[in-house]
């Protein structure tokens, strides 16, 4: 019995060796190749519970509806699941070919009541003169800021329905005439226009200075060209602290957080309890589209 049981081992044992000799043998099969991309994200698709789509070379599944929620910036608790990388596609959102965070679905999300001088396309072609804006930092903050600068924006013009100042009775104050350019355009034709309201000559004129145009001259052209009026918009965010002591985009970039924004824009009227309706108006904007973006909104949100 005991010799039965060792040949039986050394059979084993040979059997075995004969196994690993041929595995070496063997040339090494190749690792696993990784998944097929699902279809690629779209910020205005509707995904429901088990659906899936590919995201920045990973494939996504929803856990629940979902719709404009960027894969990968809500969370192990949020609604989309890691599954694991995945070879051949799996980009950015296909509805921002322009790179802009904000799709066009979502920017009619955002102003379902705008005034149709206030283009998707108009923004888009404005972003280049400040490419900065929206461009900086991880994900999370170039949609914040997105997100902050449009809420901004859809304060000071309603949600993107008025184009110019409504009180025409302001339109003869905007005019320092101690200024050695003057007014060429006209005592009353500095009034606000565009997204951030531009309003004042020497506005005008530094603003056209930085963008190129000649605006000083011409202001019309704010009310008239969609970019130009989203250009002065960008100027003013990314290079003016007006009452606050940074700029809008440096409060976004540098964690300052959102109600340095409002600081930065009108602060001298509305922050310190100057109009805590008005900063709520812009905190709710804000709030709305970064949920719409798919981010969290940060900290410091009132100023």
Same mark, same amino acid.
């Given at each position: 019995?005991?010799?039965?049981?060792? *040949?039986?081992?050394?059979?084993?044992?040979?059997?075995?060796?004969?196994?690993?000799?041929?595995?070496?043998?063997?040339?090494?099969?190749?690792?696993?190749?990784?998944?097929?991309?699902?279809?690629? $994200?779209?910020?205005?698709? +509707?995904?429901?519970?088990?659906?899936?789509?590919?995201?920045?070379?990973?494939?996504?599944?929803?856990? $629940?509806?979902?719709?404009? =929620?960027?894969?990968?910036?809500?969370?192990?608790?949020? #609604?989309?699941?890691?599954?694991?990388?995945?070879?051949?596609?799996?980009?950015?959102?296909?509805?921002?070919?322009?790179?802009?965070?904000?799709?066009?679905?979502?920017?009619?999300?955002?102003?379902?009541?705008?005034?149709?001088?206030?283009?998707?396309?108009?923004?888009?072609?404005?972003?280049?003169?400040?490419?900065?804006?929206?461009?900086?930092?991880?994900?999370?903050?170039?949609? *914040?800021?997105?997100?902050?600068?449009?809420?901004? #924006?859809?304060? =000071?013009?309603?949600?993107? #329905?008025?184009?110019? =100042?409504?009180?025409?009775?302001?339109?003869?104050?905007?005019?320092?005439?101690?200024?050695?350019?003057?007014? &060429?355009?006209? @005592?009353?034709?500095?009034?606000?226009?565009?997204?951030?309201?531009?309003?004042?000559?020497?506005?005008?004129?530094?603003?056209?200075?930085?963008?190129?145009?000649?605006?000083?001259?011409?202001?019309?052209? +704010?009310?008239?060209?969609?970019? +130009?009026?989203?250009?002065?918009?960008?100027?003013?965010?990314?290079? @003016?602290?007006? &009452?606050?002591? %940074?700029?809008?985009?440096?409060? %976004? +970039?540098?964690?300052?957080?959102?109600?340095?924004?409002? *600081?930065?824009?009108?602060?001298?009227?509305?922050?310190?309890?100057?109009?805590?309706?008005? #900063?709520?108006?812009?905190?709710?904007?804000?709030?709305?589209?970064? @949920?719409?973006?798919?981010?969290?909104?940060?900290?410091?949100?009132?100023?």
């Amino acid at each position: 019995m005991i010799r039965a049981l060792r *040949r039986r081992a050394l059979a084993l044992a040979a059997a075995a060796a004969a196994t690993i000799g041929l595995a070496v043998a063997l040339p090494a099969s190749p690792a696993a190749a990784a998944a097929a991309c699902a279809s690629p $994200w779209s910020s205005s698709a +509707v995904y429901t519970g088990g659906m899936n789509a590919s995201y920045s070379g990973h494939n996504w599944q929803a856990k $629940w509806w979902t719709q404009g =929620e960027t894969p990968g910036t809500t969370g192990q608790w949020g #609604v989309w699941s890691d599954l694991g990388t995945c070879g051949g596609g799996g980009g950015t959102d296909p509805g921002t070919p322009s790179g802009f965070v904000v799709s066009e679905a979502q920017f009619n999300q955002m102003f379902p009541n705008r005034n149709s001088f206030y283009t998707y396309n108009g923004l888009v072609a404005a972003l280049s003169a400040y490419p900065g804006f929206a461009n900086t930092g991880d994900d999370t903050v170039k949609r *914040r800021e997105a997100a902050a600068f449009l809420a901004n #924006v859809s304060h =000071e013009t309603g949600g993107l #329905v008025y184009i110019v =100042e409504q009180n025409t009775a302001n339109y003869p104050h905007y005019c320092d005439a101690s200024q050695p350019y003057g007014c &060429p355009a006209g @005592q009353a034709a500095y009034y606000g226009r565009g997204p951030i309201q531009l309003s004042w000559n020497f506005n005008y004129k530094a603003a056209g200075d930085a963008l190129g145009i000649n605006l000083l001259a011409n202001p019309y052209l +704010v009310e008239q060209d969609p970019a +130009v009026a989203m250009k002065t918009a960008l100027w003013y965010w990314n290079t @003016q602290n007006g &009452p606050g002591t %940074m700029t809008a985009h440096a409060a %976004m +970039v540098g964690g300052a957080g959102f109600g340095e924004t409002i *600081r930065s824009i009108n602060g001298s009227l509305e922050c310190n309890g100057g109009n805590p309706a008005q #900063v709520q108006s812009r905190i709710n904007a804000y709030q709305s589209f970064t @949920q719409i973006l798919g981010v969290s909104p940060g900290g410091n949100l009132g100023c």
